[in-house]
């Protein structure tokens, strides 16, 4: 009987041996750490005027002394600091100010605008009123210019003597990656500020 006994606690004990070892073969435990970042979009609006040589030069701060008619070398293309190739939307915002900084209408009573300018080739101006670069901008890249030279509108009137004309130029980006075939298809851009 004693035999018995030990006999079937040997097969026991041999079955859960066999059983814990089958599970052991069949699980198996393991942690890995996985880093993953993302690329990054950033822009800088590039402003350059030539100075008396013809050399392009940063556009001043404080702007540039000018008369009705003429035009001024403006030139603003788009830098990409980022990370990531971008999507390029840019939007002008002329406005005027008299010289007790009150506000002067941005059109002419005529609807002329204030500035005129001629868009190059590489922009589209879209019906909601931004330009879009066609093609991704490359990181540490520029746009070419969105254009190159304002002109001052000749029909100023005497309210305009001696006002500051202001062209606000507003760039946008966002990442091309996973972003349409077109900067026209890309969404995600910021809202209006």
Request: glycine share 6%; hydrophobic share 40%; charged share 25%.
């Given at each position: 009987?004693?035999?018995k006994v030990f006999a079937c ?97 941005p059109t002419l009573p005529d ?15 879209h019906t909601d009123g931004y ?63």
């Open positions: 009987m004693k035999r606690t040997l097969i026991a004990i041999v079955i859960s041996l066999f059983a814990f070892g089958t599970q052991a073969y069949f699980t198996y435990e393991d942690t890995a750490r996985n880093v993953i970042t993302t690329g990054s979009v950033g822009i800088a609006i590039d402003e350059k005027t030539y100075d008396d040589n013809q050399v392009e030069i940063d556009f001043p701060k404080e702007g540039v002394e000018t008369q009705p008619g003429n035009e001024v070398a403006k030139i603003v293309k788009v830098n990409n600091n980022g990370k990531s190739d971008a999507w390029v939307r840019i939007e002008l915002q002329a406005f005027a100010k008299d010289s007790a900084n009150n506000d002067l209408p609807g002329t605008m204030l500035f005129t300018f001629e868009t190059l080739s590489d922009w589209i101006l330009y879009y670069y066609k093609n991704p901008v490359k990181p540490d890249e520029l746009t070419s210019a969105l254009f190159e030279k304002v002109k001052i509108n000749d029909k100023l009137t005497n309210d305009y003597n001696t006002a500051k004309l202001i062209l606000r130029v507003n760039a946008q980006a966002v990442q091309t990656a996973n972003n349409g075939e077109t900067v026209l298809e890309a969404s995600g851009w910021p809202e209006n500020n």
